[in-house]
């Protein structure tokens, strides 16, 4: 099967190879990329962040956070693609160049990376982190932030799969990310949270049913988003806040970090819509990223031209 380029079909990483890529895309493009790590996983794992764009003070910034959730293979794959497609394409796409003249990527291309790997070994649909909690094993990242933690209740349960941990950023990962975010406020302008299934693209609030101050332009921002990813293929997505789409949720990571003062904070729900769910073959990998791609670039453009 050839679905790309190069001629080989896009296949899904085990963690190794993913930390192999990030160390060798950084290697081979000195000038556009630099590897770092922002903390250990629970298991000791490091959590590797790519920054991505032409080194140059104050820039602007943009984190691009993959894999939260474990089973969601597809969040991983397209933080790859982001950085493929990014250092394959400087200098001859106008618009990449531009971008990345201008701002950096922060790129997390697995943030739960006990829980991928647990994926990939022992569950295929393995969701939460690895830390034991009694009985049960494994807290759900997405609902460890300090935002509204556990307010409604209903994450207590620490055999759940939105088991909400001990306290907010109770886990490292949580931790070593809020803090990754928090020495860089200044910089960073919109934070995106790669997810699957449901062809969603959502924003704040999770945690309360009432609009977010700047609604109309990010919902007016979502749109455009979904236009530029619609006109590739016609993929439907919805799009909303996350308490109206999804219901609501506490602790999550777009929530915290608009709070946090990042005023572009989104969380997409990547393919499929309802036949493949997490199980996303592997031949829709390219297309998804492709589509995918167009929406991120119209919220980097317009972050682009924010005046501050
Ligand atoms: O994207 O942050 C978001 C919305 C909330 C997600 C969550 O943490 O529950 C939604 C689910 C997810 O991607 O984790 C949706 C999927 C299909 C699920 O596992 O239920
Ligand atoms: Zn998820």
């Not at 032409?54 to 991983?76: D, F, M, N, T, V």
């Not at 860089?184 to 790669?194: Q, T």
């Not at 506490?250 to 309802?274: C, N, Q």
Request: hydrophobic share 35%.
């Amino acid at each position: 099967e050839k679905n790309n380029r190069s001629g080989r079909i896009f296949r899904y990483q085990p963690w190794e190879k993913i930390a192999t890529w990030a160390f060798s895309v950084a290697l081979r493009n000195p000038k556009l990329v630099s590897m770092m790590e922002i903390g250990k996983t629970y298991e000791g794992r490091p959590i590797i962040l790519l920054k991505v764009g032409k080194q140059k003070a104050c820039k602007k910034g943009i984190i691009l956070e993959c894999g939260i959730h474990a089973r969601e293979w597809i969040s991983p794959a397209f933080c790859q693609w982001f950085v493929n497609e990014a250092v394959k394409t400087y200098g001859k796409d106008k618009n990449m160049t531009r971008l990345l003249d201008r701002v950096t990527f922060h790129v997390i291309p697995v943030f739960n990376i006990d829980g991928y790997v647990w994926s990939w070994t022992q569950d295929r649909l393995w969701r939460k982190n690895r830390k034991p909690n009694g009985e049960c094993i494994g807290t759900d990242l997405n609902r460890n932030f300090n935002i509204s933690w556990n307010k409604f209740e209903k994450d207590e349960d620490p055999c759940m799969q939105a088991y909400a941990g001990t306290g907010p950023e109770s886990e490292v990962e949580t931790q070593a990310f809020s803090t990754y975010i928090r020495k860089n406020l200044d910089s960073i302008k919109a934070h995106i949270s790669f997810h699957s299934y449901g062809q969603m693209l959502l924003y704040p609030y999770g945690h309360a049913e009432e609009n977010i101050p700047n609604h109309e332009i990010v919902e007016k921002l979502a749109v455009s988003a979904l236009e530029a990813l619609s006109g590739l293929f016609g993929t439907k997505y919805i799009h909303g806040s996350i308490s109206k789409i999804i219901g609501l949720v506490s602790g999550s990571s777009i929530d915290w970090s608009y709070e946090e003062g990042i005023k572009y904070s989104f969380g997409f729900e990547l393919r499929d819509g309802k036949i493949y769910n997490f199980l996303l073959p592997e031949s829709l990998i390219k297309p998804t990223c492709q589509e995918t791609m167009l929406a991120v670039k119209v919220i980097a453009n317009h972050v682009l031209k924010l005046e501050t």
